[in-house]
């Protein structure tokens, strides 16, 4: 997937610490304070009061969590600029991966799995429907270990469970069984990021852990890549330019004339 000697990409994908983790630490701040305000949460330290997130909403029915939900994923997007935060962060594997001239999601995911949610993320990819030159940044704002992790499987692995979707395409469930087998739930601390190729087969199983995880997600890709079946306009925005390719665009536009 690579032209770069990063040797862990070859799998596909790769859990990398952030260069800076106060960074990371003002956006967990940020959102906390939002989460804070939203769901009425005393707590000062935002490490306690995410990991116990479910402590504190527990009263609250499925449809109000919802609610909320949404209106602080809409508070925080106005306020945060998630990509370029999270593209500070971990810029040399993003820039070694990518290339120079790059585009973002333009909203960033928020999600809340709490210990015992029925409804995990079922075995899935991302690509063909994003397109299969993205990079997916997971960024968690706890410790994320065992089954409050998400499950990952490798660029081989994934071809293997293709493989076997194809001959068994009408049973779901064996795949998913068989599939499985060869996922990993890779630890990410905070302050860390799993980074991989919408290729690959993931998921996340239901968290038996007792803590709640709360995770980022959001996109990055090459400018001059192929986009998926989403229009890409909608979905992303321009984060960097290369010195040619400012060069290039401005003779395009006619200022070089
Ligand atoms: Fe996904």
Not at 46 to 65: C, I, P, R
Not at 145 to 158: F, H, P
Request: with cysteine.
């Amino acid at each position: 997937m690579t032209l770069n000697s990063n040797k862990d990409f070859k799998k596909g994908y790769e859990v990398r610490k952030a260069k800076n983790i106060r960074l990371l630490e003002k956006l967990r701040n940020d959102i906390y304070n939002e989460i804070k305000e939203n769901f009425k949460i005393k707590e000062k330290n935002s490490n306690v009061g995410l990991n116990n997130f479910h402590k504190y909403v527990k009263n609250l029915s499925n449809k109000e969590l919802n609610a909320k939900r949404k209106l602080l994923i809409n508070n925080v997007t106005k306020k945060i600029n998630f990509g370029e935060i999270i593209f500070n962060s971990f810029e040399k594997l993003l820039t070694d991966n990518l290339g120079p001239d790059m585009i973002v999601q333009k909203n960033c995911n928020i999600v809340i799995q709490m210990p015992g949610d029925p409804n995990p993320s079922e075995i899935h990819r991302d690509a063909p429907l994003n397109s299969a030159y993205e990079i997916v940044a997971w960024i968690p704002l706890v410790d994320c270990y065992k089954s409050k992790a998400m499950y990952i499987l490798n660029y081989n692995s994934t071809k293997k469970a293709l493989n076997f979707l194809k001959k068994n395409s009408k049973d779901w469930k064996k795949f998913e069984e068989y599939a499985l087998k060869f996922s990993s739930n890779p630890t990410v601390k905070f302050g860390q990021g799993l980074f991989f190729s919408s290729c690959l087969m993931h998921g996340s199983n239901i968290n038996t852990e007792k803590e709640t995880r709360i995770s980022l997600n959001i996109r990055f890709k090459s400018l001059f890549s192929p986009a998926g079946k989403k229009n890409q306009l909608q979905y992303f925005k321009l984060l960097k330019q290369g010195n040619l390719t400012k060069i290039g665009v401005d003779f395009e536009s006619g200022n070089l004339f």
